[in-house]
Nanobody
């Protein structure tokens, strides 16, 4: 499976961006999909996950209420709508393919682990200035 992330850019705080991830070359609609990010000086961290059908979602507390993950299985596309962006959202955003037909009971103390994800996109840069 190949994942191609795009849509990043340089914006001011309070702005919005829509990231997209195009999947090709393998199964998409039976797998959970997620966004992770690597912010300056930190390890890659979980942002949001959606179940294979799109009916289940879970967000990191830092983006809850501002970001929305969605998918279009007919188009093999994953999205991340980011509103009210903050400087601390600056980083490289990665899409990733997760578990098949299994959406675990995630919580603030039990985020999706990178080991659940087998294919990763190349990343798209988001820069938010104050």
């Amino acid at each position: 499976v190949q994942l191609q992330a795009s849509g990043g850019g340089a914006v001011q705080a309070g702005s919005s961006l829509m990231l997209t991830c195009a999947a090709s070359g393998g199964a998409f609609n039976t797998y959970n999909m997620a966004w992770f990010r690597r912010t300056p000086g930190k390890e890659r961290e979980f942002v949001a996950v959606t179940s294979w059908s799109g009916s289940g979602t879970f967000y990191a507390d830092s983006v809850k209420g501002r970001f929305t993950i969605s998918r279009d299985n007919a188009k093999n596309m994953l999205y991340l709508r980011m509103n009210n962006l903050k400087p601390e959202d600056t980083g490289t955003y990665y899409c990733a393919r997760g578990l098949q037909y299994t959406f675990l009971s995630y919580s603030d103390s039990n985020h999706p682990r990178e080991s659940e994800f087998d294919f990763w996109g190349q990343g798209t840069q988001v820069t938010v200035s104050s």
